[in-house]
């Protein structure tokens, strides 16, 4: 039920920093660590390569998850649209290991690939949000994202759980492998969780950026280096699948390899500079595009922000900032929708579970 809340994805972007706890205390043992059953810890420790399958949002959150495996577990990673996987088979290696990653667990795309991975012999996990779904009991084991339902067909609270299990998926293996990560997870989960709690405490500010950069225009522009190029991708996906605006992710530096002839006069472009490695590529990537009229809406994180950033989020691991930093993203694209009249839980064309190929 929506309770006081105007729309389930309000609801379900303020539910994030319950979800992030109860991953955490599912995702622990007795003695606080954090455990997976060990059958997957084998499976990805015999693989020799590790396939992402997915769509849409889970699509982009595989591509961190990627990020999260081949650093941490140093398992090399590919991440593959559902939809194009079928017909466009990679040459595979000898012991690939597949891992659907499905809110609904019923996504028709998806499942197409699980069953000719499946007669092909290979393994599949699945990582849904529901127990029992299709994906789930047709792959040979099942992670669950303990988010509670997800109503709004914007995916806000799941693409935040997602993330959370694939990082936990990634420590464990890497942990049983013997490596030293210098990082402890729960804590930083709860570091995680806290600034979700901030940032669900900053709409007011939200809103007014939303006001201020997307109430006019026709499109805009993500923008970032890295991790914050993928969440520029779910960003871009959020806005334009509720509000309508067309919106596109980029990484900063392709700009100019073509997309940098759309920025007009007043073009919003939403920046991420949340990577240190990548912070002056990221603000010279800003100021091309604010040198050729674009209105630059930066996001940074405490300990990179420069003056004029209009938004600084609280610092957390630098790993984790995808969990954070797509919040102000959420949402943005939610008052933008609402801003503009839009049926901000039902957008039109689309469904919550895309069941058919
Ligand atoms: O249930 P799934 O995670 O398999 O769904 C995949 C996509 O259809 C879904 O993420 C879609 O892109 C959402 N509307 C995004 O907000």
Redesign the pocket.
Known sequence: EKGTYPHYMLKEIDEQPLVMRKIIQNYQDDQGNLTIDQEIIDAMNDADRIYII??????HAGLVGKQFIEKMAKIPVEVHISSEFGYNLPLLPEKPLFIF???????AD?RAVLVKVKEMGYKAITI??VLGST?SREADYTLLLHAGPEIA????K?YTAQLAVLVILAEVTAKSRGMKLGLDLVHELGIIANAMEVLCNEKEELESIAREFLTVTRNAFFIGRGLDFYVGLEGA??LK?ISYIQAEGFAGGELKHGTIALIEEGTPVIALATQESVNLGIRGNVQEVAARGAYACIISMKGLEAEGDTFVLPEVHELLTPLISVIPLQLISYYAALHRDCDVDKPRN?A???TVE
């Open positions: 997915a769509a849409g949002t889970s699509y990653i499905s809110q609904s667990g019923e996504t998806s849904t949000n994906l067909v914007a995916s806000t799941a996906l959020k699948e689309l919550k579970s895309v």
